[in-house]
């Protein structure tokens, strides 16, 4: 799906304001027909962000069902005999869209984008009245998956099997767009390189009334926007000799412009940055532009005081200069897709991306049986099943989709830490596998396993090209003794390597640090207990040359359910959730830029 564009055919105005905003508390909204009419006792919310800790209301921020968002929309004059389309960024979890008393869209899944052409609705010189129901309810089907519990009073709870507070709400842009009739419906990229020559590869699908034709030119970024390649066709190859590559740390972005001609007058234009850079998995090593590439870095969350999850620029560029600071080279998109400003950002940065859908917490035997006492099977037709594999498909579908043309994302993550151990695993995960190698052929793919499947007791693994995993020796197994850590660890990542002969990207290791604890004898919760495990995973980590990756969990910490494992969130974060420094990120900076 593209994203909204400005330029000579395409118009955009970011819906982004302060919205009013309703809970339904007893869940009457959709028979009572809210939409119809101005929004009962509304209050004022912002968009973007997570509704949850907006108003200090424990009635909004534990709220299990509908939220109903509102504003009037007026439709520019100018855009009259212009296709109109509203799209939202994201609506987590679920969403119906009205325009007016029309319902026009409904969109399941909370990180992807969805839209709706809604030219016969929008009349161009009138207000329309625009309204959003927003669902956070997490089932069997859902990802991630959880269940809603009904309390003896009748009140609802959601029970949930990850580690992070189930934040909802319109998190992301709200934009209504106009392009023209006949326009430019999508656009894929995929490049690689071929003997030194780049190779971008492009498909364009458009929706026009026939006799159009598409011509593509490739431009490179100097002021003059020189034209390198170009095309008089809608699919097909542009080679470029010697190009300058996108590479980790050096970016470098041309612009494919896309334009659709009738009659050879043009029609529509749509310009798409491409960076030129060649991913692949060769043995025990991971390869950009032909180069082995070691991951350094984090598994991140969206996540901010008072805004929750809602996206907020000031803050994401803060968070790569925190990245630069550090000397770190990639993170991981835990536990969600994130906002494609992050992506663009990153693209920007060459800042290098491990790219994950909204499937964490399919392992009852973790969440379930430890913590909850609920169901233990996680595979099933009563709760992981069927359902839930086909949502999941689509989640990756539009993952890939959405996210296909960003040169910084060079891997997909299927699921973060799933049950992997068993046959029903592997049932569930081998077509996903297939889905995402027939959308994307041109990346690796993977999943983060979690240590209950060992390397040979794993049963997913060998459908991945890359091993991710997830290790807390010295934190959850053998806390406080890290020679117990050391040990365990090297002993595990050396039969990874026995076991698969794969790339191995350790995508999270860490240890809660409570800010400003400090103990001489680096006790467990200490700054310096962090700071020492990390130096514990790094000596071993060093020692093995299949290792091509570090990540750690956390970048910053990030707020929680309520459980007696967690001290206001989880603080594994190296900074605090304000951005503050811990021990840690002072340690990993002095081994990310050599001593600097
Ligand atoms: C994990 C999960 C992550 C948790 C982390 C922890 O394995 O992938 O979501 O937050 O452990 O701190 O327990």
């Not at 309204?131 to 519990?149: C, D, H, K």
Request: hydrophobic share 40%; charged share 25%; glycine share 10%.
């Amino acid at each position: 799906m593209l994203r909204p564009q400005d330029n000579e055919t395409r118009d955009t105005r970011r819906l982004d304001a302060i919205w009013d905003f309703t809970i339904d508390a007893a869940g009457v909204g959709r028979d009572q027909g809210w939409w119809l009419h101005t929004l009962p006792a509304a209050v004022p919310m912002p968009v973007p962000s997570s509704y949850n800790d907006v108003p200090v209301d424990p009635a909004v921020h534990d709220h299990v069902g509908d939220v109903w968002y509102q504003r009037r929309v007026f439709v520019p004059k100018g855009w009259e005999g212009q296709r109109v389309v509203l799209r939202f960024d994201a609506a987590t979890h679920r969403c119906g869209v009205y325009v007016d008393d029309t319902l026009v869209v409904e969109h399941e899944g909370g990180y992807t984008p969805f839209e709706a052409d809604i030219t016969p609705l929008a009349v161009p010189g009138r207000a329309l009245r625009l309204t959003a129901v927003v669902n956070n309810e997490l089932n069997w089907e859902s990802l991630p998956p959880g269940v809603v519990e009904t309390r003896p009073d009748g009140t609802r709870r959601q029970r949930q099997y990850h580690d992070f507070f189930n934040y909802a709400g319109l998190h992301r842009s709200v934009w209504l767009y106009a392009t023209p009739t006949s326009h430019i419906a999508d656009v894929r990229v995929t490049t690689d390189l071929d003997d030194g020559t780049g190779v971008v590869g492009f498909a364009v699908a458009t929706a026009s009334r026939g006799g159009a034709t598409v011509h593509v030119s490739l431009r490179d970024a100097g002021a003059g926007a020189e034209v390198v390649a170009e095309a008089d066709a809608a699919a097909g190859e542009l080679r470029v000799p010697e190009p300058r590559l996108w590479s980790p740390g050096a970016a470098y972005l041309y612009e494919l412009v896309v334009e659709l001609r009738e009659g050879g007058q043009l029609v529509d234009r749509y310009s798409q940055p491409v960076g030129i850079r060649s991913v692949r998995v060769e043995g025990t090593k991971f390869l950009i532009n032909g180069e082995p590439f070691y991951f350094r870095g984090f598994g991140k969350h969206e996540d901010l005081n008072v805004h929750g999850r809602g996206h907020d620029d000031a803050a994401m560029v803060h968070d790569f200069a925190l990245l630069r600071w550090l000397g770190a080279n990639s993170f991981r998109t835990s536990h969600y897709p994130y906002a494609e400003e992050v992506l663009d950002l990153a693209d920007r940065l060459g800042i290098v991306v491990i790219d994950e859908t909204a499937a964490v917490g399919l392992n009852l035997g973790v969440g379930g049986g430890l913590f909850l006492g609920g169901p233990k099977t996680t595979f099933s037709e009563e709760t992981i099943g069927p359902a839930t594999q086909a949502n999941h498909r689509r989640a990756i579908e539009a993952l890939i989709d959405r996210d296909r043309n960003h040169p910084c994302v060079v891997l997909w993550s299927l699921a973060n830490e799933p049950e992997s151990h068993t046959p029903a695993a592997r049932d569930y995960f081998e077509p996903l596998f297939a889905a995402a190698r027939a959308a994307d052929p041109s990346r690796p793919v993977g999943f983060v396993n979690m240590m209950f499947a060992q390397p040979k007791t794993c049963l997913v693994s060998d459908l991945a090209d890359v091993v991710m995993i997830n290790r807390y020796y010295g934190w959850y197994v053998e806390p406080g003794d890290l020679a117990a850590a050391e040990r365990g660890l090297e002993a595990e990542l050396l039969g990874w390597v026995d076991a698969q002969a794969k790339p191995i990207i350790v995508t999270e290791y860490g240890a809660d640090a409570m800010p400003g604890l400090h103990t001489l004898d680096a006790a467990v919760w200490s700054e310096e207990y962090q700071a020492a495990l990390l130096d514990t995973y790094h000596r071993v980590f060093d020692r093995i040359d299949a290792v091509v990756g570090e990540q750690v969990w956390n970048f910053a910490d990030f707020a929680t359910g309520p459980s007696f494992m967690r001290v206001d969130g989880n603080k594994k974060g190296v900074f605090t959730r304000d951005r503050r420094p811990k021990a840690a990120a002072h340690h990993l900076r002095r081994r990310w830029r050599g001593g600097s």
